[in-house]
């Protein structure tokens, strides 16, 4: 939506703040409740048993908290500034995919990844199975119990979009290290900084492959020729 604003000539620069502390005394008995009751919240003694993203032991997410902040604006106004970019918006979609408490709509996440792309595709001349190599796919994963969360969903949304070309994405993920913290952007901000650095986080306590997602790239930490950003934001 920013990068819309500043291409309709409505600003020139936007500011995005985001935090979130739902762990706070008063608060986390009412919202962890909630997630325990709902099956989706894991109680172990150990974050490493726990904080298992992508792993088919995957049982349920912990609970997190943050905050971030991202200045989206006009290459021309960062020129002026006398400042180098650290990534181009290419392209955004804003959509709900949630039709259960519990659960995404993963055939329709399909689609909307389908169409960012192509659009993506359309407006910069760029081919999606040219650029896999140099991606990262920064996931939301939140290792949930696997019925219809976030794993699914990503998993067979690359596979659908990029086809054979999907295992060339290499795939990273912050919340198992931080937990999910609620509608903070965290990913946005490693997203940037991959992009500058080329280096990648591990996906944290990954041990055993869950064959209803199949093999996957999943970052083992490090120097990754990455040039391309793509995410979700459930």
């Known amino acids: ?15 995005i703040v985001a935090a979130d502390d739902i762990t706070s005394d008063s608060t986390i008995d009412w919202f962890a409740s909630g997630f325990v009751a709902s099956g989706v919240a894991a109680t172990d003694a150990r974050v490493e048993d ?14 997190g908290m943050g905050g971030a902040s991202i200045v989206v604006e006009s290459k021309e106004i960062a020129q002026k500034r006398g400042l180098n970019p650290i990534a181009e918006v290419l392209g955004t979609t804003f959509n709900n995919s949630a039709f259960h408490g519990t659960r995404l709509d993963i055939s329709h996440i399909k689609g909307l990844m389908e169409n960012l792309i192509a659009d993506c595709e359309k407006k910069w001349g760029i081919n999606r199975f040219d ?3 140099n991606t990262v796919f920064v996931s939301h994963e939140t290792y949930t119990p696997a019925r ?25 993920n912050t919340k198992g290290f931080t937990g ?12 940037m900084k991959i992009l500058e650095t ?6 944290a306590n990954f041990k055993v492959i869950d064959p209803d ?13 990455i040039y391309y950003k793509s995410n979700k934001a459930y």
């Not at 726990?50 to 609970?63: L, S």
């Not at 976030?150 to 999907?166: I, N, P, R, T, Y």
């Not at 997602?213 to 020729?225: A, D, F, I, V």
Request: with cysteine; aromatic share 4%; glycine share 10%.
């Open 213 to 225: 997602l199949g093999p996957l790239n999943l970052s083992k930490g490090g120097q990754y020729p």
């Open 1 to 15: 939506m920013a990068q819309d604003w500043i291409q309709m000539g409505r600003c020139e620069r936007v500011l």
């Open 131 to 133: 650029i896999a190599p």
């Open 198 to 203: 080329g280096i990648v986080p591990p996906v």
């Open 180 to 191: 999910h913290s609620m509608a903070v952007g965290l990913e946005d901000v490693v997203a």
């Open 50 to 63: 726990a904080a298992i993203p992508f792993d088919k032991r995957r049982h349920g997410m912990i609970v």
């Open 148 to 172: 219809g969360g976030s794993a699914a969903a990503e998993v067979e949304a690359l596979k659908h979009v990029f086809k054979d070309k999907a295992n060339d994405i290499v795939i990273a």
